[in-house]
């Protein structure tokens, strides 16, 4: 079995590890190796961002992960998360925010000294090229990473603007404002030129020409190679070969939130009981590890429109075809983006300066609720005109867990959402339904409403709302918080400085190092957590 030595170990390309893979690669010396279990993702069909729906449920292009059964739940649920070069940051909806600065100061009030706003500001500001004259001045232009302002423009889009302003909803030129409720045109990892911005095509792919920088793709890492109180390398399978590769400072895993806590687990680092059950001696007893899920409850209503008509037509038959053809021979046009078109911030229990809902209002809808309740898998777009507004509720109590159940890394992790798990977050999902109603029955929409289509005008009691949600309620796929950063190994899995406790030369760098989620999609902030990651992790070295 051939090793080799490198100074740094990375193991998966998602949106964190491929910031991470340029950022410790930069010097042109430290010898920097990226594992990752997919493919290359370098294909016309991921540089589309609205032919993510066509990636969709396909294994080359995600990971799928059974969630345990529950008696409220829709049989069969399973969370899929982006596999290949960018992970995620590849097959997503391309939506980016920041968060709110009141996210990383909680974190820096928690004793994590190192990630309050001012902080992640920075990052994000030397990380993005977003280059609007509205932009906020903590916005930044010359990064690598460009964010674009989704185009299209209808009059029920106007309308739904208007709405939001009647609902006192301050309008935002640029949606990324710091400490503010609000709505606007939302922002997209989409560049200049019409294609997605992912971490793989900003970060790595012009890393990748660098002599220091090795990066294998269909590797996937079985084990993390522990000596005494360090771990020294990984062991990995591509092609059918088992090899090892060593790191002479750190390993990282950026694997992602229900990865990396299975590779620490199989490795013998994790909750002693977890092991035991699965046949894993302890190395490391982390009682924390693979515990704090937490995912945005995510659900849509939808209506029928009028006087609008919106996108479900354009993606049937040759409408659709005339799309791609102009992507093709353009990159402009309904194929170059893929977000919902405004996003809106509100504030329902909280501080107006930190949203804890938000929404995405779109004019397409989906298939109606009976064919949901039957079969609650993505389906097709209606022929008919629809708006649909997308709401989640960024700040749950309710945690999970997830846990190996085999020392064989091939056999699936046990996944529990607990979605149910505490009786204020249900009471919340019936109130963020109700103001989503009423977002959609502002005078300004009143010329475009018809009927609503999901729930349904029928579902009107606290009781009917509560049951309708049992098949509405789905994941965010925004989860955080399955290595999370702490400073007391009984509740934490990794340091401020994302240092595995109890190990050296171990760190966790993605979206499961996060102790609380953001307010807003993750994309952003795990590629802003790799950056500053990085600014760690060599500022380490240098000790």
């Avoid at 290359?40 to 059964?69: C, I, Q």
């Avoid at 909803?169 to 503010?180: A, F, M, Q, S």
């Avoid at 190092?513 to 790799?530: D, F, H, R, V």
Wanted: proline share 6%.
């Amino acid at each position: 079995m051939a090793s080799h030595d490198y100074d740094y170990i990375i193991v998966g390309a998602g949106s964190s590890g491929c910031v991470l893979a340029d950022r410790l690669s930069a010097d042109g010396k430290s010898r920097v190796l990226l594992l990752e279990a997919g493919g290359r993702n370098d294909t016309e069909l991921v540089n589309m961002p609205r032919a993510f729906m066509k990636m969709w449920g396909k294994p080359e292009y995600f990971w799928h992960f059974p969630v345990s059964p529950n008696e409220d739940r829709p049989p069969n649920e399973t969370w899929s998360y982006g596999r290949g070069l960018g992970g995620s940051s590849s097959t997503n909806g391309t939506w980016y925010l920041r968060g709110m600065p009141a996210d990383y100061d909680a974190w820096h009030e928690m004793g994590l000294a190192e990630w309050s706003w001012s902080e992640m500001e920075r990052c994000f500001k030397e990380m993005e090229s977003y280059r609007y004259r509205h932009a906020h001045p903590s916005r930044g232009r010359v990064g690598p990473l460009q964010v674009t302002e989704l185009p299209y423009r209808s009059p029920v889009i106007s309308a739904a603007l208007k709405a939001g302003e009647q609902m006192g909803l301050p309008v935002l030129k640029d949606i990324n404002t710091p400490n503010t409720s609000g709505i606007g045109y939302t922002q997209a990892t989409v560049d200049r030129r019409g294609r997605r911005a992912s971490s793989y095509r900003a970060f790595l792919k012009p890393a990748m020409r660098r002599a220091n920088l090795q990066v294998i793709t269909g590797a996937l890492v079985e084990q993390i190679l522990v000596s005494g109180d360090t771990a020294v390398g990984v062991r990995y399978r591509a092609d059918d070969i088992v090899h090892e590769a060593r790191a002479t400072h750190d390993v990282i895993l950026s694997a992602g939130v229900l990865q990396s806590p299975k590779l620490l687990q199989i490795s013998g680092i994790g909750p002693t009981d977890v092991l035991a059950t699965a046949g894993v001696p302890t190395i490391v007893d982390l009682p924390a590890v693979g515990r704090n899920l937490v995912d945005h409850v995510m659900f849509s209503i939808s209506y029928r429109i009028k006087n609008d008509l919106g996108f479900n037509h354009q993606f049937h038959g040759w409408r659709l075809m005339r799309h791609v053809i102009q992507y093709y021979t353009t990159r402009t046009g309904l194929m170059a983006y893929t977000s919902p078109e405004l996003t809106a911030l509100i504030s329902m229990r909280s501080d107006p300066q930190w949203p804890d809902v938000q929404f995405g209002i779109g004019p397409f809808s989906m298939r109606s609720s009976e064919e949901i309740k039957t079969d609650p898998g993505r389906g097709a777009l209606e022929q008919k005109p629809g708006l649909t507004l997308n709401g989640y509720y960024l700040r749950p109590k309710t945690r999970g867990s997830v846990a190996i159940q085999s020392a064989d890394i091939n056999v699936p992790i046990s996944v529990d959402a607990n979605w149910w798990g505490d009786p204020e977050d249900r009471q919340l999902f019936v109130e963020m339904l109700r103001l989503m109603r009423k977002f959609a029955s502002r005078p300004a929409l009143a010329d475009f409403i018809v009927h609503e289509v999901v729930p349904g005008e029928e579902c009107q009691t606290d009781e009917q709302i509560g049951e309708a949600l049992k098949w509405l309620v789905g994941p965010g796929v925004h989860a955080t918080g399955t290595c999370r950063m702490g400073n007391d190994p009984k509740n934490s899995v990794i340091d401020a400085r994302l240092r595995v406790h109890g190990l050296k030369g171990l760190r966790v760098v993605d979206c499961s190092s996060m102790p609380t989620p953001p307010s807003g999609n993750t994309n952003g902030p795990a590629m802003a957590l790799g950056w500053r990651a990085a600014e760690l992790i060599l500022a380490d070295r240098k000790l």
